[in-house]
């Protein structure tokens, strides 16, 4: 063991995250999953009621939104997204995963349930924002906290299957969907409100279970809170040792580094956009193709449904559950592929896959060769694939970064490629929908084709090969001293 306990400014000599990496699973690790995984299921759940409720917004006798409005408020929370995760992503990395986590959910819980009691467009827009702040900062936090707790053999698909759980709020969401819209238990102005409510609700429960993660041990070692680290990491390694798994309790590999509070911006721009330029290159395209492919098609759903398809809004989470069983089970069956065949081979060709399928898909719908079922069908199969994709640009943008700045790399790719792909989406194909053109609506799925082939190619060029790597080797730390 070859710590030495260090202030800010001084050598540090730690073992701690070769320790890290080399842990078994154990119950501290399936805890982690949870407590983050559940997360993602409320952002689901989220997302998907606002969706499935599209048709009760437009329908309700107070506000009565049309569908461009709609799309407006789906591009609100997304930009509510973006500037949460750039601000809540720079203190992330200054004061810590830990304290980031009670922060974000608090501001996801208050404005959630303010949503609830809307009382215009502009109030809605308003929450919506705030919402999608709360959301933002948590992607920067849990993330951040994903790589660098658990072991590196597994980083890859745990990174996906925490991600993919989204889904799974998603499915909940479809299916409450068609309890707050039933007449016979909601009136037609009361059944969304529940909805915002619930979601409220179930986020102060997740709350609690954020105290099961503690401080990540590679932050504290960075900022010369050697001690506690160390505290943190004898723990988890006796919580494995006490489920029954061996404990490697050999010298491990030490890493040497001079402890620092935090970057400064001009920094942060050197290493993000020149000292690592094709990497920042790699993860803006990644992050801004998936995200206008999922964001434009997801957000204006139930739209679709109900404009081509004359799908009663009361129906669609009955449309949107084996949608969302095929984006849960993406990243399921094929995370442990990224961490055996390799992440450029995987990212890439998901990426492709993706876009093959949506291109076909858009011409089967131009050509009117679809009903629901048929078109619901179509996505499911395409987002089985396109749910990794997505998944694993999160993963790309987080470990290929050095650990001084994970957080706001994370922060910023998400909201450079947000903003380019993701804000703009839900308004743009609103906006396509409103025409009523099979055509154009088509025009705009094939536009997302491209930008998913155009990464693909992206990550074959110049993509990381990261798998099985520690974070340290795959991209080396600032204050690492040889």
Not at 100 to 110: D, E, N, P, S
Not at 146 to 173: H, K, M, S, Y
Not at 211 to 227: A, M, N
Not at 363 to 384: C, E, P, R
Request: aromatic share 12%; proline share 4%; hydrophobic share 55%.
């Amino acid at each position: 063991m070859t710590d030495t306990s260090a202030d800010t400014g001084r050598i540090v000599e730690t073992d701690i995250p070769a320790r890290l990496d080399r842990l078994p699973w154990g119950r501290f690790h399936t805890l982690v999953v949870v407590a983050l995984g559940v997360t993602w299921a409320l952002d689901g759940l989220e997302v998907t009621l606002a969706g499935t409720l599209a048709g009760a917004l437009r329908d309700s006798p107070v506000l009565r939104f049309s569908n461009t409005q709609i799309g407006l408020a789906s591009s609100a929370y997304l930009a509510g997204a973006v500037l949460g995760g750039l601000g809540f992503g720079w203190l992330t990395d200054v004061l810590g995963r830990r304290k980031l986590f009670f922060v974000t959910l608090a501001l996801y819980i208050a404005a959630t349930a303010a949503t609830a009691f809307s009382w215009d467009f502009w109030s809605f827009v308003v929450f919506r924002f705030l919402t999608g702040a709360g959301i933002g900062g948590e992607y920067t936090a849990i993330n951040s906290t994903i790589q660098e707790l658990i072991p590196a053999r597994v980083r890859g698909r745990t990174d996906l299957a925490i991600n993919g759980c989204f889904w799974l709020g998603a499915l909940f969401g479809a299916a409450g969907s068609a309890v707050v819209l039933d007449p016979a238990l909601f009136a037609p102005d009361h059944g969304w409100r529940a909805a915002f409510v619930i979601g409220a609700v179930l986020g102060l429960f997740i709350l609690l279970m954020r105290f099961w993660i503690p401080e990540s041990p590679r932050w504290l070692v960075l900022h010369g809170r050697v001690e506690e680290a160390r505290k943190i990491v004898d723990d988890i390694e006796r919580s494995v040792a006490a489920s029954g798994h061996r404990v490697d309790t050999t010298k491990a590999p030490v890493l040497k580094l001079r402890a620092r509070p935090r970057l400064q911006l001009r920094e942060v721009a050197h290493v993000l956009f020149a000292l690592h330029r094709r990497r920042a290159a790699v993860g803006l395209v990644l992050m801004a193709a998936q995200a206008f492919f999922y964001n434009a098609i997801f957000f204006t759903y139930a739209l679709v449904l109900a404009e081509f398809y004359g799908v009663p809004s009361g129906d669609v989470g009955r449309y949107i559950i084996p949608f969302a069983i095929g984006n849960l089970l993406g990243p399921l069956i094929l995370g442990p592929l990224f961490d055996s065949v390799g992440r450029r081979i995987m990212i890439a060709s998901t990426y492709a896959v993706s876009g093959v399928l949506l291109a076909v898909t858009a011409w089967l719908f131009w050509a009117g060769y679809l009903d629901a079922t048929t078109q619901t069908i179509a996505w499911s199969g395409i987002f089985f694939v396109a749910s990794a994709a997505a998944s694993s640009a999160y993963l790309t943008v987080s470990e290929t970064f050095p650990l001084e700045l994970r957080a706001v790399a994370i922060a910023v790719f998400y909201a450079i490629g947000t903003g380019v792909g993701g804000v703009a989406g839900p308004a743009i194909f609103g906006a396509l929908i409103d025409t009523g053109s099979r055509p154009h609506l088509a025009y705009g799925y094939i536009a997302g084709a491209v930008l998913m082939l155009g990464a693909a190619l992206v990550q074959w060029r110049w993509g990381v090969a990261a798998e099985r790597r520690s974070l340290e080797s795959v991209c080396r730390p600032l204050a690492a001293i040889d």
